[in-house]
């Protein structure tokens, strides 16, 4: 029975990735009817501005209204038949009420500004539930089971109960919740814990389902059902998250309805007062019109967008990429940013960095290296192919090795230039703690590293320390970070504690919190908000997608990125470079300062044009000119959010920050 058969819906991918199930972009309605409605658009701009005759540009205007506006309008019936209004059919009335008055053009734009808005938003809700059933698929499909009789069965791993006894081979992935009664294997959980490095697993130590088996046998015993697995509750906390933040969205929406339906209604009585006090129809009419044009919210949407989406292009051209302008806007409130630590500050795989012969020995460091490589050539633990690699850079010859034999948990042996040589843990081979090597291994794991110990013909002959590699602007990006928020950047991580806090030391970061599972990083991200706090969490991997889903914003590393945490992530570094964060930041809150003067020019062109119509004489072309003339002022002043000196301009540092720093 191969462990292909049995896992084959289960390959091993990349660090935290799971298997791609992607929609793709115009397989989605809204996609194609903003796609057909935008290009509709530019081409009636292009034939009017062309000197093409009217009836040519209008019908290709007026086929950008249809394809466009179809299903907004519908839904803004529907909403009707419900005793809802909402602000898409309000600017479709206006979008309606200004081809009618000849100003064509800026209806069509309003147009695509909502049905590109709401294909955006149907193409990211569908990727995310594509990445909801990718993690899903991590768990294998089928598991061998242990019947009362000793013989194995293959079953459908979603069927396993609460106390079966499952086999899992040699590069499987494991199929349930469980607790090892027998063997021993590394096992790869970095899809559920993030550790960088494969942890060794005995007998009575936990085991999740989806991470993936070593070299070594297992034979594991199901403590919960597949609805109850670790698997299973990241998917359900992603979504719980996610309903969460959508309800922060109803506030916005009541506004936007109670807007809408006095907009409505004011126009209805500035068009029947009148006529109930005798005036013409045709005036009322006019009057109307030019009210609801003239207090239709057009000014104001184009006050806060443009700004917003100059901001998303600007931070796309430096390598970010932010997947809506509520999240551009929500990014200048963060006061607080959680990181975490394997793939996020650090680049997710081990390197060597110490090589310490012990004295007596006679071991230069370059044969101490040459030794352990050549013993480690064939191994396939990720220490082992950091060490190869570390010869490797250093152009050493590494000589043939014989008799290699591996064992989970104990290390490698083999038979290097006729010597004996063994790398493993030094819990393995240091037969006491007073030895030189147990020194140096203490020295090194203060420092947060993992020591393997070498040895030739079973005396120790020198120390190997590797470590997970610091992204080099990490540092920087903290104290960055903690003079623009006023608060020191918090680390989540699933690693161990010597070694979370060993690396916190070197960044500067105070609040550590280490060893968490999923729900405890999203435990530890609302206990955050629960103080006041608006929390940004910078993460990667798989069990980053619920505290991503569950902070106030939150941001992926694109490189290392698991397809679940780029998804649910509200932006993604594409570049995977830290110091794009706090610029990142810093330009959310210029847009936000340039939002703020926009909505002030709109509001005041709003009122003033309002209050002319209905307490005096307002001529239609000039209320127009009035509502456009405000629309082209905001949109020159948020487009000063596209030139590069907005990224590259220094962070404000608030009085709070100064004072925390």
Same mark, same amino acid.
């Given at each position: 029975?191969?462990? #292909?058969?049995?896992?084959?819906?289960?390959a091993p991918t990349a660090r935290g990735a799971t298997p791609a199930v992607r929609?793709?972009?115009?397989?989605?309605?809204?996609?194609?009817?903003?796609?057909?409605?935008?290009?509709?658009?530019?081409?009636?701009?292009?034939?009017?501005f062309g000197g093409a005759p009217a009836w040519i540009w209008w019908t290709l205007?007026?086929?950008?209204?249809?394809?466009?506006?179809?299903?907004?309008?519908?839904?803004?019936?529907?909403?009707?038949?419900?005793?809802?209004?909402?602000?898409?059919?309000?600017?479709?009335?206006?979008?309606?009420? @200004?081809?009618?008055?000849?100003?064509?053009?800026?209806?069509?734009?309003?147009?695509?500004?909502?049905?590109?808005?709401?294909?955006?938003?149907?193409?990211?809700?569908?990727?995310?539930?594509?990445?909801? #059933?990718?993690?899903?698929?991590?768990?294998? =499909?089928?598991?061998?089971?242990?019947?009362?009789?000793?013989?194995?069965?293959?079953?459908?791993?979603?069927?396993?109960?609460?106390?079966?006894?499952?086999?899992?081979?040699?590069? =499987?992935?494991?199929?349930?919740?469980?607790?090892?009664?027998?063997?021993?294997?590394?096992?790869?959980? @970095?899809?559920?814990?993030?550790?960088?490095?494969?942890?060794?697993?005995?007998?009575?130590?936990?085991?999740?389902?989806?991470?993936?088996?070593?070299?070594?046998?297992?034979?594991?015993?199901?403590?919960?059902?597949?609805?109850?697995?670790?698997?299973?509750?990241?998917?359900?906390?992603?979504?719980?998250?996610?309903?969460?933040? @959508?309800? +922060?969205?109803?506030?916005?929406?009541?506004? *936007?309805?109670?807007?809408?339906?006095?907009?409505?209604?004011?126009?209805?009585?500035?068009?029947?007062?009148?006529? @109930?006090?005798?005036?013409?129809?045709?005036?009322?009419?006019?009057?109307?019109?030019?009210?609801?044009?003239?207090?239709?919210?057009?000014?104001?949407?184009?006050?806060?967008?443009?700004?917003?989406?100059?901001?998303?292009?600007?931070?796309?051209?430096?390598?970010?990429?932010?997947?809506?302008?509520?999240?551009? *806007? #929500?990014?200048?409130?963060?006061?607080?940013?959680?990181?975490?630590? $394997?793939?996020?500050?650090?680049?997710?795989?081990?390197?060597?960095?110490?090589?310490?012969?012990?004295?007596?020995?006679?071991?230069?460091?370059? =044969?101490?290296?040459?030794?352990?490589?050549?013993?480690?050539?064939?191994?396939?633990?990720?220490?082992?192919?950091?060490?190869?690699?570390?010869?490797?850079?250093?152009?050493?010859?590494?000589?043939?090795?014989?008799?290699?034999?591996?064992?989970?948990?104990?290390?490698?042996?083999?038979?290097?230039?006729?010597?004996?040589?063994?790398?493993?843990?030094?819990?393995?081979?240091?037969?006491?703690?007073?030895?030189?090597?147990?020194?140096?291994? +203490?020295?090194?794991?203060?420092?947060?590293?993992?020591?393997?110990?070498?040895?030739?013909?079973?005396?120790?002959?020198?120390?190997?320390?590797?470590?997970?590699?610091?992204?080099p602007d990490a540092g920087d990006t903290v104290a960055k970070l903690t003079a623009? $928020?006023?608060?020191?950047?918090?680390?989540?991580?699933?690693?161990?504690?010597?070694?979370?806090?060993?690396?916190? #030391?070197?960044?500067?970061?105070?609040?550590?919190?280490?060893?968490?599972?999923?729900?405890?990083?999203?435990?530890?991200?609302?206990?955050?908000?629960?103080?006041?706090?608006?929390?940004?969490?910078?993460?990667?991997?798989?069990?980053?997608?619920?505290?991503?889903?569950?902070?106030?914003?939150?941001?992926?590393?694109?490189?290392?990125?698991?397809?679940?945490?780029?998804?649910?992530?509200?932006?993604?570094?594409?570049?995977?470079?830290?110091?794009?964060?706090?610029?990142?930041?810093?330009?959310?809150?210029?847009?936000?300062?340039?939002?703020?003067?926009?909505?002030?020019?709109?509001?005041?062109?709003?009122?003033?044009?309002?209050?002319?119509?209905?307490?005096?004489?307002?001529?239609?072309?000039?209320?127009?000119?009035?509502? =456009?003339?405000?629309?082209?002022?905001?949109?020159?002043?948020?487009?000063?959010?596209?030139?590069?000196?907005?990224?590259?301009?220094?962070? !404000?540092?608030? !009085?709070?920050?100064?004072?925390?720093?």
């Amino acid at each position: 029975m191969s462990s #292909q058969v049995l896992d084959a819906h289960a390959a091993p991918t990349a660090r935290g990735a799971t298997p791609a199930v992607r929609t793709r972009a115009f397989a989605l309605p809204e996609v194609r009817w903003a796609a057909v409605a935008t290009v509709l658009f530019v081409l009636g701009l292009a034939a009017q501005f062309g000197g093409a005759p009217a009836w040519i540009w209008w019908t290709l205007y007026l086929g950008c209204y249809v394809t466009g506006g179809w299903e907004p309008a519908l839904a803004g019936l529907r909403a009707l038949r419900d005793k809802t209004l909402d602000v898409d059919l309000l600017m479709i009335v206006a979008a309606i009420g @200004a081809a009618a008055i000849g100003q064509i053009l800026d209806g069509g734009l309003l147009i695509v500004i909502f049905a590109t808005s709401g294909a955006l938003e149907a193409f990211l809700t569908q990727r995310t539930a594509d990445s909801v #059933q990718s993690l899903l698929d991590l768990t294998p =499909e089928r598991a061998a089971v242990i019947t009362a009789s000793g013989a194995e069965t293959v079953v459908d791993a979603a069927a396993l109960a609460v106390g079966e006894l499952i086999v899992v081979r040699p590069g =499987e992935r494991i199929g349930a919740d469980g607790q090892v009664l027998s063997g021993a294997s590394d096992v790869d959980q @970095a899809s559920i814990t993030g550790e960088p490095l494969p942890v060794t697993k005995r007998a009575g130590d936990e085991v999740f389902a989806g991470t993936l088996n070593g070299t070594g046998m297992l034979r594991v015993r199901v403590d919960r059902a597949a609805a109850d697995t670790v698997v299973a509750r990241i998917v359900a906390m992603v979504q719980e998250a996610s309903a969460t933040k @959508a309800k +922060a969205q109803l506030f916005i929406e009541k506004v *936007e309805q109670y807007y809408s339906i006095g907009v409505v209604a004011a126009t209805l009585a500035v068009f029947f007062v009148p006529l @109930a006090l005798g005036a013409a129809v045709q005036p009322s009419l006019l009057r109307a019109m030019t009210f609801m044009i003239v207090a239709s919210p057009c000014a104001v949407v184009l006050a806060t967008m443009p700004p917003l989406l100059a901001a998303m292009a600007n931070a796309g051209r430096h390598g970010v990429l932010v997947k809506s302008a509520v999240v551009m *806007e #929500q990014l200048g409130s963060i006061t607080t940013v959680a990181f975490d630590k $394997t793939g996020t500050l650090t680049r997710g795989t081990p390197r060597l960095c110490d090589i310490r012969p012990l004295t007596g020995s006679e071991l230069s460091p370059e =044969e101490l290296l040459t030794l352990a490589a050549a013993a480690e050539h064939h191994s396939e633990h990720p220490l082992a192919a950091a060490v190869v690699a570390a010869a490797t850079d250093r152009g050493l010859r590494l000589p043939a090795a014989t008799g290699f034999d591996s064992a989970p948990g104990r290390g490698v042996h083999a038979v290097v230039d006729g010597r004996r040589v063994a790398i493993g843990s030094p819990a393995q081979l240091l037969t006491t703690d007073a030895s030189p090597a147990a020194a140096v291994v +203490a020295g090194l794991e203060a420092d947060g590293k993992t020591a393997v110990v070498v040895t030739v013909d079973d005396s120790a002959v020198g120390v190997l320390g590797l470590d997970d590699h610091l992204r080099p602007d990490a540092g920087d990006t903290v104290a960055k970070l903690t003079a623009l $928020t006023g608060d020191t950047p918090v680390l989540l991580t699933g690693d161990n504690h010597r070694a979370a806090t060993a690396l916190a #030391q070197r960044i500067g970061i105070r609040d550590v919190r280490a060893g968490l599972l999923p729900q405890d990083k999203v435990a530890a991200v609302h206990a955050l908000t629960d103080t006041g706090r608006r929390v940004l969490l910078v993460g990667d991997g798989v069990n980053d997608a619920p505290p991503l889903a569950a902070a106030h914003t939150g941001i992926a590393m694109g490189r290392t990125g698991s397809d679940l945490a780029l998804h649910t992530a509200d932006a993604v570094v594409v570049r995977d470079e830290l110091a794009t964060i706090p610029k990142l930041i810093a330009l959310s809150r210029h847009a936000r300062r340039v939002v703020v003067a926009n909505l002030v020019i709109a509001s005041t062109f709003i009122t003033v044009l309002v209050l002319w119509d209905l307490l005096g004489h307002l001529p239609l072309p000039l209320g127009v000119a009035g509502h =456009e003339g405000s629309t082209v002022i905001v949109g020159l002043n948020g487009m000063r959010l596209l030139a590069r000196g907005a990224w590259e301009t220094t962070p !404000r540092i608030t !009085r709070r920050s100064q004072q925390h720093a």
